[in-house]
């Protein structure tokens, strides 16, 4: 959330500076960036790994300008009408001032490995061609419409080395964010048509393996009348609607990029005495996405030293009296973005557990001491805790070092050069150490994996298999696990599961599934009660209900002999989980069965006697 009266304040301080030579490719790395990492991009608990299994640490700048720098009114190629005066052009900033190859160098001398391209919806299908003017040091680009030059940029970028996220900026073609029209990703549209402009735009850059993430939507945030939710199952709920889009990339589209989700980045109504917060990751603790692809998914969040926990960021109109994240202590500020943030990383062996992603921060140049302070410890806290991040933004403009200085670096009409690299700005050394503090490098142990299922709103059908498949329990709601995880646990009500590949990696190696509706056992396991159970061979992929009744179990064969001994873990009158807590709770405030993780599940008992009304009372547990 880039608030506008912000530069407007600071911007006017730095005057008579000369134009400084350009030096910045002076601290390009020496180990070419092409050569360092290999895509596609995965995960391995908190960590983002290339295709040989290497930490890739994402080091991003955020190249904005094809999601537009217009503030909504007037002629858009006339810089007054443009956010700091920075004319886009509705193409990525600077295109007008310095030639590709340029931009390029500069970008490698700052030493990202990243880029977080930002694009609108309205960019898609813009046939207005950019103007000679808006890409001026680059004549190839004349006469191409938007999309066309975005294509070019993605191209320059990766064939350079860069790893490029997608990035659903806004709606429109205009400068973001507050109440514009672009809050959400139904705003201005449909959640049809975003789901299906997400799907295009994955599979335009299929074959590029340095195209790695689809970042879904920017700064999901409250309009004028409503609030987006996390798990209401309305209109509203961000949750589902990055499931919906996150599924359909990875099996409509490109099922190698990585699945970037932000959390939600304002809710309530900006007004003292009114409720309202900044919850950001906060709700994936209860309830977190499990893609139909494993060791996709990333979350993502945004601070800025303007902002707060329960700030707009604003000054004047929309402005509360809560502190800004730079009114914190540095043990305040630290807490409150582990608790809001990063504890999605560094807390392992948990169904929410996934790299988290600061895709925006940034300062300006010109500041205030307050904010001087904030970046220091921002930088502190992404440093210490091994964070991967994107600094807003990576290209401005300027006049003499005076404008926007924000950008890591910035152009003058006639191509003069500032960058964060120089001695004379302050973020320097600040900047350098980041780039500097690598972190975890080399390769990453694989951990297992755990993933939540809920079906109370909606099928949870993870298992690419059985969609292709169909509906396989027409009418009920189906809880599935990803293909290369099994079905662990499960809820007496609530509908929740729980699916991991701890023990046995890729369980389900070839064969049908086959859907159990009726009793046939071995053993009694469950006295009095209706077991559905797997035969042996066999393993629980996944489950369905009726409400919260059980309808059928979904059994998959196993390419490891399965015929253990096995226990009844009760969970009518309370929980059966491990005691380590391992895999998290996947249904919060139900009563809930969980296997260990040396074993595999086989069967559900329920009961529709007296007092009994169907609901997932046992859950039969099998030692591999």
Same mark, same amino acid.
């Given at each position: *959330? ?30 070419? %960036? ?23 640490? =994402? ?9 537009g ?30 030639? *590709? ?15 977080? %391209? ?11 061609p ?22 070019k940029?993605?191209?320059? =970028? ?9 990035n ?7 400068? @973001? ?7 959400r ?15 295009? *735009?994955?599979?335009? /850059?299929?074959?590029?393996?340095r ?38 990339? =990875? ?8 699945i970037m ?81 990063? /504890? ?49 933004? *990576?290209?401005?403009?300027?006049e ?15 191509g ?23 972190g ?40 599935? @696990? ?15 599961? =729980?699916?991991?590949?701890?023990g ?29 159970? @797997? ?28 015929a ?18 391992e ?11 969980? @296997? ?9 008992a ?19």
């Amino acid at each position: *959330m880039r608030t506008r009266a912000l530069v407007a304040v600071l911007a006017a301080a730095l005057s008579g500076l000369a134009v400084a030579p350009r030096s910045a490719a002076a601290d390009a790395p020496t180990t070419p %960036l092409a050569a360092s990492w290999e895509g596609p991009l995965s995960t391995q608990g908190r960590y983002i790994v290339d295709a040989t299994g290497k930490r890739f640490k =994402l080091r991003s700048g955020n190249w904005h300008g094809a999601s537009g720098t217009w503030t909504g009114s007037g002629d858009d190629e006339d810089p007054a009408n443009n956010y700091a005066s920075e004319t886009s052009h509705r193409v990525p900033l600077g295109l007008d001032r310095i030639p *590709m190859s340029t931009l390029m160098a500069d970008f490698h001398a700052l030493g990202i490995n990243s880029v977080r %391209l930002p694009f609108s919806n309205q960019m898609i299908t813009d046939t207005r061609p950019v103007t000679d003017a808006g890409v001026a040091a680059n004549p190839d680009l004349r006469g191409l419409f938007p999309l066309q030059v975005y294509d070019k940029v993605v191209e320059a =970028l990766t064939a350079d080395g860069f790893a490029v996220i997608l990035n659903n900026h806004t709606t429109t073609t205009r400068w @973001c964010c507050g109440v514009d029209g672009n809050e959400r990703w139904s705003s201005s549209q449909t959640t049809q048509k975003w789901l299906d402009d997400w799907v295009f *735009m994955a599979r335009r /850059y299929r074959a590029n393996k340095r195209v790695v993430g689809a970042d879904l939507r920017n700064e999901v945030r409250r309009d004028t009348w409503d609030n987006p939710n996390w798990g209401l199952g309305d209109g509203h709920d961000w949750a589902a609607a990055a499931q919906q889009a996150g599924d359909r990339i =990875l099996t409509e589209a490109d099922p190698d990029l990585l699945i970037m989700i932000e959390g939600i980045n304002w809710s309530g109504i900006p007004v003292d005495g009114l409720w309202h917060d900044r919850p950001m990751l906060k709700p994936v603790a209860a309830l977190s996405q499990t893609l139909v692809r494993s060791h996709k998914l990333v979350y993502a969040a945004h601070f800025y030293g303007y902002t707060g926990p329960q700030h707009t960021g604003a000054d004047g109109l929309g402005e509360t009296h809560d502190p800004r994240y730079r009114d914190l202590s540095r043990a305040d500020l630290f807490s409150v973005m582990r608790d809001t943030a990063t /504890y999605v990383a560094t807390t392992p062996d948990r169904h929410f557990t996934a790299p988290v992603w600061i895709s925006e921060f940034g300062v300006g140049k010109v500041t205030t001491d307050k904010d001087k302070a904030w970046f220091a410890s921002m930088v502190d806290f992404l440093i210490e805790n091994d964070v991967d991040f994107a600094y807003w933004p *990576m290209a401005g403009f300027q006049e003499n070092d005076q404008g926007n200085t924000w950008g890591l670096v910035r152009y003058a009409a006639d191509g003069g050069l500032r960058t964060v690299l120089h001695t004379d700005d302050w973020r320097a050394p600040h900047w350098r150490r980041l780039i500097a503090a690598t972190g975890y490098t080399g390769q990453v142990t694989p951990v297992r994996t755990w993933s939540m299922l809920q079906a109370i709103h909606a099928d949870a059908n993870q298992s690419a298999r059985m969609r292709a498949q169909g509906d396989w329990d027409s009418g009920a709601h189906k809880l599935s @696990c990803p293909d290369d995880q099994r079905l662990i646990g499960i809820s007496q009500k609530g509908q929740g599961g =729980l699916c991991t590949d701890a023990g046995v990696a890729d369980l389900w190696e070839s064969g049908v599934a086959k859907v159990v509706k009726s009793e046939s056992v071995t053993t009694d396991w469950a006295t009095g009660f209706t077991k559905y159970q @797997c035969p042996n061979g066999q393993f629980m992929n996944g489950y369905s209900l009726r409400g919260d009744r059980v309808s059928a179990v979904l059994c998959a064969p196993g390419r490891v002999p399965l015929a253990g001994a096995g226990r009844t873990l009760w969970d009518d009158r309370g929980d059966s989980r491990p005691a380590s807590g391992e895999g998290g709770d996947y249904a919060n405030g139900y009563y809930k069965a969980q @296997c260990a993780a040396d074993e595999y599940a086989a069967g559900i008992a329920f009961s529709t006697g007296i007092g009994r009304y169907g609901t997932p009372d046992a859950l039969y547990c099998r030692k591999f």
